[in-house]
């Protein structure tokens, strides 16, 4: 029986290739010079760390250039508060959303089964969603309906099996 497997990853390596640029970058802009601004990967959150909340938000517009230039999909990016640190500065948490949760799970099995294709079904398995079927085309049919629409996350079809 066909299947095939809907995740949402990241590229660590791109990731830290994309904040690495970042950082590199506003060390050298003139408009961040003296302003103490940084970017650092930690485990699944970047943290960025500036002077004012208009500098924060030209530090977000550098680092989601450089995410895109790495093709790694701003909606894995989940953006915290802003909070006050030290000395009248700001720091702010964009944590890197990877797997599907259990809500986002459901809405897109319920959208693979509001298709009405015949014979095709899902499990969630984890992070993860296995949708199967009887036909290869009714699968393919599926992958191409869940491209079109959004649901928040970035989604990635694997483990294509006939």
Known sequence: MPSFDVVSEVDMQEVRNAVDQAAREIATRFDFKGTDSSIALKDQT???????????????????????????????????????????TVRQTVTLQVGINDEK????GKFVKGLGLKGVSHQVQGDHLRVSGKKRDDLQAAIAAMREHDFGIPLQFTNFRD
Do not use: F, P
């Not at 760390?49 to 530090?59: F, K």
């Open 46 to 88: 970047i943290e960025l760390h500036t002077e004012s909340e208009a500098r924060l938000q030209a530090l977000t517009q550098v680092l989601e250039e450089k995410m895109v230039k790495r093709k790694v999909s701003l909606k894995a990016l989940g953006y915290g508060n802003v909070e006050e640190a030290a000395k009248g």
């Open 105 to 108: 799970a459901r809405a897109v």
